[in-house]
């Protein structure tokens, strides 16, 4: 566990959103030293509110500053400015009352491999007052057929499941999950959603962070999107895609040698790409009005194999950011201290 830093704290800002906020970043810096005396910032002017009784997300690619957000709301770490505040409590001055009310699933923890799921969580559930029952938690996080089994006889996503088990049996106000989907097939994944969505349904807050577009969109009421320690839009995802990235893309085939020419003239039509294949010429078409080339471009054009795709907050990352969402991800730095943590 790395120790903790220094803190410089700043003033709540007159701005306080209009509820009483499960969690509250306010100009969230974080520094770690560099090479040759350089700073680098893995949080860089945070400011987040997240409601009770919702998903929030934290989307950004590796080394956007998730993993060291959620070390500050764990009390791991302190800024080097701003406020860090989670159900009105300093984490890092009220840890014990923090640590009651609130549970952290890690990417990566150490179980104790000869116990089985069953008796894992119950010891679990020994260390809280009023636990969920370990029944519950193995039937909501889709573990049922292997509540006997050893967990170093658990694959990849059953021991990904688990350790979300271990944050909800304490029945916690606030869950705070890093990564919780890593290596789950799609129907592991579909069951831990299931599970998040029932703690959120039965009053709690859940604050997540993610990588995936599509846990993004399905999963969080609300998400945060990070580029560089910074946070560079937040709202619900359907509006942030309505406001960022409002095109959609219209795909067909339609026979080699076609003339496009009309099609790329259409108004409300911003781009136009093309290639030729063994079955004909497939075609995408950028357009803020998909309704206009499907009724009176598509069909004239004798187009088969027609498809239409809603732009994701993959669109929206690009457009805030002027760069693909995975080329970010490539480019960035793994932020660390001696320590090593990662954001």
Known sequence: ?????????????????????????????????????????????IDLAVRPGEIFGLLGPNGAGKTTTIELLAGLRRPTSGTVLILGLDPAVKREEVRRQVAIQPQQAALFPQQTVAELLRVWASFYPAPETPEVIIGRIGLTDSRDV?????????????????????????????????????????????????H???????????????????????????????????????????????????????AIGTDLTALRAAEGVTRVESHDTADGTRVTVHTRDSDLVLRRLVGPLAATRIQLREAGLAAVFRHLTGVPFQSAAEA??????????TA
């Not at 944050?167 to 606030?174: D, E, G, K, T, W």
């Not at 997540?208 to 320690?229: N, P």
């Open 150 to 198: 050893r967990v170093a006889k658990l694959s990849a996503g059953q021991r990904q499941r688990l350790l979300v088990g271990t944050a909800l049996i304490s029945h916690p106000q606030v869950l705070i999950l890093d990564e919780p989907s890593t290596g789950l097939d799609p129907n592991a994944r579909q069951e831990l959603w299931s599970a998040i969505r029932g």
């Open 200 to 254: 959120r349904d039965g009053g709690g807050t859940v604050l997540l962070s993610t990588h995936s577009m599509a846990e993004a969109e399905t999963l969080c009421d609300r998400v945060a999107v990070l580029h560089q320690g910074k946070v560079t839009a937040c709202g619900a995802p359907r509006e942030l895609i309505a406001h960022h990235a409002p095109e959609r893309e219209v795909r067909f085939t339609v």
């Open 332 to 341: 960035a730095p793994v932020d660390s201290d001696s320590e090593g943590a």
């Open 1 to 45: 566990m790395p120790e903790l830093d220094t803190d410089t704290t700043a003033p709540i800002p007159e701005e306080d959103p209009p509820w009483d906020a499960a969690i509250r970043l306010i100009a969230v810096t974080k520094h770690y030293p560099g090479p040759h005396g350089m700073v680098k910032a893995a949080t860089d002017g």
